[in-house]
């Protein structure tokens, strides 16, 4: 836990150093339109805070638990989602995977890989029709199963 | 002698690039053991993506997909932690209410593969060596559906034997 704890501090103190740009209010916007649309993808139960529970994008008053937006040196903006896999779709997914009609996405790659395709898709359709810039790439950690 | 010392020599081999696979991360792996005792808690499988993102899947998550594929087996009466360090925090962990489904399961999850270790407590009567086969059999297909992970290799330990009530009664007395 105490290790922890600088990981902490130092995300805000980052983020709070432009405390007051419009910027940084975005960020706390742009984590919870992606919260919202990961949610709403068949197959995530939730989204978790992470290992340590620091995944979360900081902002005035609030804080987005389990979305992190990175603005990277080289003017990418990485997207971290950490996602609760339910286990409901697992299993659904291995009955569909019986009786011969998985998709060949899920055949190939696995489910969980292809869950985490379709969450980037389902950001990429909801950033459009925002003015969110589109995100250099998402990256997508499973981090339980419920 | 010719023979002898060429097989220490190829056995030697053997473990680097087992380690190496294993391992998330090409460190140096002559002091791996304790490490990996340590690491699964941290270490995660990093799947890249062609350019859109990295996949991670936590080791929580494949230990939770192999507990799940272990338990469907026939004869696998129940999967259990071991040594007392592990019987305290099984207790704590019910205490709790903590997750139960990976007790019994370490994973080690490289890259592209993973490592599996279990204990089973299993159902007297059964084939031992066939509900090991078939437990690993089961993993192996689970595991690769659900992430895209290779198991490498799946650790079956059988623990314990479980007695069912017929099977108890059964037991002759010497008195």
Same mark, same amino acid.
């Given at each position: 836990m105490s290790s922890s704890e600088p990981e902490r501090k130092a995300t805000p103190a980052t983020t709070f150093a432009h405390a007051g740009d419009p910027d940084q209010r975005d960020d706390v916007r742009t984590a919870e339109l992606i919260a919202r649309v990961v949610c709403d993808v068949p197959g995530v139960a939730g989204l978790s805070p992470g290992h340590g529970g620091t995944a979360a994008t900081h902002g005035p008053g609030k804080a987005v638990v389990g979305v992190v937006v990175h603005h990277h040196a080289n003017d990418s903006l990485v997207f971290e989602v950490h996602v609760v896999v339910a286990e409901a779709y697992l299993e659904s997914m291995l009955a569909r995977s019986r009786t011969s009609a998985a998709t060949p996405d899920a055949a190939q790659a696995g489910v969980l890989p292809a869950l985490a395709e379709a969450i980037r898709s389902h950001i990429a359709r909801a950033v459009q029709d925002t003015e969110i810039r589109v995100p250099t790439s998402v990256d997508v950690y499973f981090d339980d199963l419920r | 002698m010719s023979e002898t010392h060429v097989e220490p020599s190829t056995s030697r081999q053997i473990p680097p690039e087992k380690t190496s696979s294993r /391992? /998330? !991360?090409?460190? #140096? !792996?002559?002091? /791996?053991p304790p490490t990996t005792s340590i690491a699964p808690t941290t270490v995660q499988a990093v799947q890249l993506d062609s350019g859109r993102g990295k996949t991670i899947i936590a080791d929580t998550v494949v230990a939770k997909i192999a507990a799940a594929a272990a338990r469907e087996v026939d004869g696998v009466h129940e999967l259990v932690s071991l040594g007392a360090g592990a019987a305290i925090a099984g207790i704590a962990g019910r205490l709790t209410r /903590? #997750?139960?489904? !990976? !007790?019994g399961v370490s994973v080690e999850v490289g890259q592209r593969e993973a490592a599996i270790d279990l204990n089973v407590t299993v159902d007297y009567g059964v084939s031992i060596p066939q509900v090991a086969d078939a437990v690993r059999q089961n993993i192996i297909d689970r595991v690769r559906f659900m992430t895209g992970l290779v198991v490498k290799e799946v650790n079956f330990n059988a623990a314990d034997l479980y007695f069912s009530e017929e099977h108890a009664a059964a037991q002759p007395r010497v008195q």
């Open positions: - | /391992a /998330a !991360t090409p460190v #140096d !792996t002559s002091i /791996a /903590a #997750d139960q489904r !990976t !007790t």
